[in-house]
T-cell receptor, first 112, second 114 residues
């Protein structure tokens, strides 16, 4: 089954404790992206990747890191999480950048 | 920079009626794509329809159509014959061909009444 998977689905952590949210797709897509969703703000793009080893900042990259060492994986790293990073996070992938995106199920992160 | 505006935070529609969800956008790039996504209460994001800036005809996908008015920079989603399962949040998004970022609107919550 073609899908985008994210882990964990739910995470409660404390300020400053490094965490990684994994994202994997099995569709051989080139373009992958991370978004955060906050009430009233819609989805905002954090980082995106055009292909392996090619990543770039989205609209709200501060406090986040990413890497794309393999085509299928695109982890999101929060080196020192803060409460303002409490949000719902989505990973997405598409065949190429201007095609429809397939979204993962979301990761709900709470930073206390 | 690109910007998407959805001015209707919430809407109601009677089952079996048509409804239009508004979306206006701003971009300086002549080449761009417009997308609509649906987010049910379960949380997943579902792609509905796409319109390219150079497409001459409005996009249609089943009960969904996109009313694309380029000069007015609007890309409204029309849902015909609403069903109870259409109750959800709907997001409009833009992607510019010269930049690789996506911008989403704040969404419209649609409630379909029986």
């Amino acid at each position: 089954e073609a899908q985008v998977t994210q882990n964990p689905r739910y995470l409660i952590t404390v300020t400053g404790k490094k965490l990684t949210v994994t994202c994997s797709q099995n569709m051989n897509h080139e373009y992958m992206s991370w978004y955060r969703q906050d009430p009233g703000l819609g989805l905002r793009q954090i980082y995106y990747s055009m292909n392996v080893e090619v990543t770039d900042k989205g609209d709200v990259p501060e406090g986040y890191k990413v890497s794309r060492k393999e085509k299928r994986n695109f982890p999101l790293i929060l080196e020192s999480p803060s409460p303002n990073q409490t949000s719902l996070y989505f990973c997405a992938s598409s065949f190429q950048v201007h095609y429809e995106q397939y979204f993962g199920p979301g990761t709900r992160l709470t930073v206390t | 920079a690109q910007k998407i505006t959805q001015t209707q935070p919430g809407m109601f529609v009677q089952e079996k009626e048509a409804v239009t969800l508004d979306c206006t956008y701003d971009t300086s790039d002549p080449s761009y794509g417009l997308f609509w996504y649906k987010q049910p209460s379960s949380g997943e994001m579902i792609f509905l329809i796409y319109q390219g800036s150079y497409d001459q005809q409005n996009a249609t996908e089943g009960r969904y159509s996109l009313n694309f008015q380029k000069a007015r920079k609007s890309a409204n989603l029309v849902i015909s014959a609403s069903q109870l399962g259409d109750s959800a949040m709907y997001f409009c998004a833009i992607h510019s061909y010269n930049f690789n970022k996506f911008y989403f609107g704040s969404g419209t919550k649609l409630n379909v009444k029986p």
